[in-house]
T-cell receptor, first 109, second 113 residues
Framework: GQNIDQPTEMTATEGAIVQINCTYQ??????LFWYQQHAGEAPTFLSY??LDGLEEKGRFSSFLSRSKGYSYLLLKELQMKDSASYLC??????????WGAGTKLIIKP | IAGITQAPTSQILAAGRRMTLRCTQD?????MYWYRQDLGLGLRLIHY???????GKGEVPDGYSVSRANTDDFPLTLASAVPSQTSVYFC????????????FGPGTRLTVL
């Protein structure tokens, strides 16, 4: 079967750095997305990785290791507005998108 | 309008009733999707359409139907609602295929009693 694992919930402090991990076992791999979803709102696109390595976009970075079936989202200089759920999604060999259940990130002052 | 709109925002429905959730996008995207999101389960694909005139089944299609008469609209119909269909429903679109960034509507919160 196809599976994506993310921690259910994480807590971090305002101004700090947090890393949200995502591991996947899918039939093939054609890319990985990270989306942000604030409570009661729609998911919005954060990043896309298809090659190994780190993609940096402002305070957010996303890393991919295809050989390990592993990605992480790194959030720096945390702000209260970063409190949200972060969804990992993988494109499989049939170009279908497989979604993780998401990680709820709680930011404390 | 800009992006994707969904209607209604929320709805309480008696079991057995028929309900259509509406979705309209103005980005001229070829592909559109319907998801349901339940606590702890993440997004699950119900139906999708890669282009106007075609539709396909996702992970959880039973009890739902869709149509795609034109590029902009992608309604989702529950023929006879059941309590297990209580969920938040998101419509999304992408330029072409699930491998592209998807843009989501604001969601419809549906409660079936």
């Amino acid at each position: 079967g196809q599976n994506i694992d993310q921690p259910t919930e994480m807590t971090a402090t305002e101004g700090a750095i947090v890393q949200i991990n995502c591991t996947y076992q899918t039939s093939g791999f054609n890319g990985l997305f990270w989306y942000q979803q604030h409570a009661g709102e729609a998911p919005t696109f954060l990043s896309y990785n298809v090659l190994d390595g780190l993609e940096e976009k402002g305070r957010f970075s996303s890393f991919l290791s295809r050989s390990k079936g592993y990605s992480y989202l790194l959030l720096k200089e945390l702000q209260m507005k970063d409190s949200a759920s972060y969804l990992c999604a993988v494109i499989d060999s049939n170009y279908q998108l497989i979604w993780g259940a998401g990680t709820k990130l709680i930011i404390k002052p | 309008i800009a992006g994707i709109t969904q209607a209604p925002t929320s709805q309480i429905l008696a079991a057995g009733r028929r309900m259509t959730l509406r979705c309209t996008q103005d980005m001229r995207h070829n592909a559109m999707y319907w998801y349901r999101q339940d606590l702890g389960l993440g997004l699950r694909l119900i139906h999708y359409s890669n282009t106007a005139g075609t539709t396909g089944k996702g992970e959880v299609p039973d009890g739902y139907s869709v149509s795609r008469a034109n590029t902009d609209d992608f309604p989702l119909t529950l023929a006879s609602a059941v309590p297990s269909q209580t969920s938040v429903y998101f419509c999304a679109s992408s330029d072409s295929g699930q491998y592209n960034e998807q843009f989501f509507g604001p969601g419809t919160r549906l409660t079936v009693l």
